[in-house]
């Protein structure tokens, strides 16, 4: 018994100490600020010649797609100092009016007019509703808010939209960044100086209230994409606030063609380039060889060396036979049959076949992973007679079908007359006691009508069956084919 009750005593202990710990754990940590949002207004054109103008809509589309890369800013002292405080004093301000809204509240309950027993309650009530608000007050004042160290990057809804403010005015940049709901603006200016563009740029940021970058680049019309990746490289830093990764690629064959973000990076692998913290996706190619698509997450300060290896893809001899004609594989014209033609292996493939009178034959089908093979493209009927085929079955289905209608119809029509005239009899028959022979012949007559429309429904409707079933048969004749080889 003792030891029964010293379990007890020990369960008992241990589920409260659970369910306390999971009480405190029930509180979460509040984060403020936790996106940092930059806006881009439109850059000044005013000296570029009307037909340079289309100039500025390829460099602005650009410099969002490439900005939007960045996934996340990383704050420095400053910075975080900023926001800390502005929440901070945001916060204390908040209990403080709370504070002053329920003295307020407290000093008008006496001209409200209540019974003293109802005014003393209230008076109670809001003395300790105001005791709460002065220790969140102090408790406030004590504590500092958290704010997000890496808040997540991102441009305003318009730009994302390429629509673009007009750029602010000098000495107005923090009232037009508060009107955008962004932290940063980005202004600057497309200038056209003896057949180079000219492009300049500075960013002002509210945490300092001021411009804390400004560059420019100068290049030409044909070089705008280098450009482009030029320009944002040099402002990943600075929009990301931390410092770039390193990247390096190097790819086999020697030839391999090299993309990352869908921008020229180098031909059989990369120099050493620098890009924000992130994804960027990188796209390898060479002739002959499989292409390869995959995503790479950078980290900041850190070297990433990737190294490539293409696989080689495999070819086959496919024999086309059994007509003679030309033969397009896709739309490009590869000869006459019957020909061999080589082919990617595990590949789906289309052909068309035309012979001299113009007839048509179709095959879609997957290439074997395994050896060569061979297939042949037949002719079940020529063209003008497939057609009239299709065409008289289409016809008869049609009078099928009408028919059918027609004959429903009319078997509802003599049904229901039907019904009506045995009602009339059965109506007679209980209003004089005997049946009258007049009506009775003609309840007869209208039986069999009703009856003859019925069956001719019922096989007018067999026919329509049948000649549907033809006409779905006849018109899938001859279409392309998908051959299946060994499973394939």
């Known amino acids: 018994m003792y030891n029964r009750i010293t379990v007890f005593i020990f369960v008992l202990f241990t589920l409260n100490a659970h369910l306390f710990a999971g009480g405190m754990s029930d509180d979460e940590i509040k984060i403020d600020n936790n996106e940092w949002i930059l806006c881009i207004a439109n850059f000044e054109t005013a000296s570029l010649p009307e037909n ?12 969002i797609e490439y900005i939007n890369m960045i996934s996340y800013r990383a704050r420095i002292s400053p910075e975080y100092a900023f926001y800390e405080g502005a929440a901070w004093a945001r916060a204390r301000s908040e209990a403080a009016g709370a504070i002053a809204a329920k003295q307020n509240e407290r000093s008008m309950l006496v001209y409200r007019g209540d019974p003293n027993w109802r005014y003393r309650r209230n008076v109670r009530r809001t003395d300790s509703d105001l005791k709460n608000l002065r220790l969140n007050l102090e408790e406030v004042e004590n504590n500092a808010p958290l704010i997000n160290i890496e808040p997540v ?52 940021t509210i945490y300092t209230q001021s411009v804390i970058w400004e560059d420019n680049i100068i290049f030409s019309p044909d070089d705008i994409d280098n450009a482009m990746e030029e320009i944002t490289r040099r402002l990943f830093s600075v929009l990301s606030g931390s410092e770039n990764a390193v990247l390096t690629v190097r790819a086999e064959p020697a030839d391999t063609l090299v993309l990352i973000n869908r921008a020229f990076a180098g031909r059989g692998g990369t120099q050493r380039l620098e890009y924000p913290p992130g994804t960027i ?22 070297h990433t060396d990737i190294q490539i290896a293409l696989l080689p893809i495999e070819y086959g001899d496919v024999e086309i036979t059994g007509l003679e004609g030309k033969v397009y594989h896709g739309s490009l014209y590869v000869g006459e049959a019957p020909l ?25 089908f997957r290439t ?15 063209l003008g007679q497939r057609n009239g085929l299709v065409e008289r079955s289409r016809r008869n289905f049609y009078w099928s079908w009408g028919g059918a209608w027609i004959t429903g119809i009319a078997a509802w029509l003599s049904y229901y007359s039907y019904s009506s005239s045995n009602m009339a ?35 007018t409707a067999l026919i329509d069956v049948f000649f549907m079933s033809r006409y779905i048969i006849n018109s899938g004749k001859g279409t392309t084919s998908v051959i299946r080889i060994n499973g394939y």
């Open 340 to 364: 061999t033609i080589r082919l990617p292996l595990n590949q789906f493939e289309y052909f068309e076949l035309e012979t001299s009178d113009n007839a048509l034959s179709t095959a879609a």
């Open 281 to 302: 996706i990188i796209t390898a190619s060479a002739p002959h060889h499989e292409s390869l698509t995959f995503d790479v997450d950078l980290s900041s300060s850190e």
């Open 153 to 204: 990057f991102s441009l305003t809804d318009d730009n994302l939209e390429n629509n673009f403010p007009d750029p602010p005015i000098p000495g107005n940049e923090y009232r037009f960044c508060l009107d955008q709901k962004a932290d940063a603006v980005l202004t600057g200016s497309i200038i056209y100086f003896h057949e180079r563009f000219i492009v300049s740029w500075k960013l002002y």
């Open 52 to 63: 340079r103008l289309g100039v500025s809509d390829v460099i602005m589309r650009k410099l």
């Open 425 to 459: 009899i059965s109506a007679n028959y209980y209003r004089t006691g005997e049946y009258n022979q007049k009506f009775y012949d003609d309840n007869m007559r209208m039986y069999y009508i009703s009856m003859g429309t019925v069956i001719a429904f019922g096989v």
């Open 368 to 382: 074997l992973n395994e050896s060569d093979f061979s297939f042949s493209l037949t002719m079940p009927s020529a």
